[in-house]
């Protein structure tokens, strides 16, 4: 009797470790299967800008090319004002944003985490309805006061710009962040003799380090990415950023078609320094995305 249970038992256990691995054997396929689709695009964009001119237009297109060349990051290089150009605007309008969210967000957030404000409940869903506003309803408001303060054409008016609209996105990550934090550790650095700010800068922003790196990512992804506002904004050559450039290399050729070779370059270059940050601060974005989630 004992032994036809312990093998009754065994059996289950048995088709449940089968069903788990059957389980697992499809999420994998899964996830493999959604990061080709993921990976496909891209992989075409790197094959589209090494191939030549010619079969880079072809039509119907070749998938791997016959021949390889560096023409289109040639091309691109020197396209109207350079590349170099572009990828600085583009960088510093990036870096300022961070800055400025940074500046903003961290003092804003643990205001709103730890002192007893009036109506700081008020003000933060107010910060929050901001979310629902597209920020492409406000530009042409924001580009006739920016033009008094002689903030168009101009880096920091564009980071500014990207910053709002990072900002209510960035204060309540690190809301959720600050109050996650143990109030005995910032009453024990009271006591030691630490004054409001030291406490934020000693205790609880090395502590909240994943979410500050996470709104950091997320503000150069926007700022590096945003288009509308950069168009409105810049009328120079010289002050635009790369979103600029690659919509203006679609109809530039000596025909008046599409350089789809040096288009394609342009994607892969504005796409590296999105993947190359992601990868290099993917250990703390999940965690600071979470942090706060549980108390």
């Known amino acids: 009797m004992t032994a036809s249970i312990a093998m009754e038992h065994g059996g289950t256990r048995r088709m449940v470790r089968g069903r788990r691995k059957r389980i697992g054997y499809l999420l994998s396929a899964i ?33 791997l090319p016959h021949g390889l060349s560096a023409d289109s990051y040639v091309n ?125 800068l000693m205790v609880s922003l090395p502590i909240t380090l994943p979410a500050v790196v996470t709104i950091s990512l997320f503000a150069f992804i926007t700022s590096w990415n945003e288009f509308l506002g950069a168009l409105v904004m810049m009328n120079r050559q010289d002050s635009f950023t790369l979103p600029l450039i690659l919509a203006a290399a679609r109809t530039q050729t000596s025909l008046g078609g599409t350089d789809w070779g040096m288009l394609q370059a342009g994607v892969v270059v504005s796409v590296l320094p999105c993947i190359a940050i992601y990868l290099f601060l993917q250990k703390y974005y999940v965690s600071g995305l979470l942090s706060g989630a549980v108390k």
Request: glycine fraction near 4%.
């Open 31 to 63: 996830c493999i299967l959604l990061a080709l689709v993921m990976i496909l695009p891209l992989l075409a964009a790197v094959l589209a800008s090494i191939k030549p001119a010619a079969e880079a237009a072809a039509i119907p297109p070749t998938y």
């Open 76 to 200: 691109l290089w020197a396209y109207q004002a350079g590349l170099p150009t572009y990828l600085f605007n583009s960088f510093a309008t990036a870096f300022l944003s961070i800055a400025l969210t940074l500046l903003i967000a961290v003092p804003a957030g643990y205001s709103l985490a730890r002192f007893d404000l009036p109506g700081k409940e008020v003000i933060f869903v107010f910060l929050l309805l901001a979310l629902i506003i597209p920020y492409q309803a406000l530009l042409t408001p924001i580009f006739l006061q920016f033009a008094s303060w002689r903030l168009t054409n101009s880096l920091l008016g564009l980071a500014i710009i990207h910053t709002a609209i990072q900002l209510p996105f960035s204060v309540y990550v690190m809301r959720n962040s600050f109050e996650s934090v143990p109030r005995d550790l910032e009453e024990a650095a009271v006591i030691d003799g630490c004054n409001s700010l030291q406490v934020l």
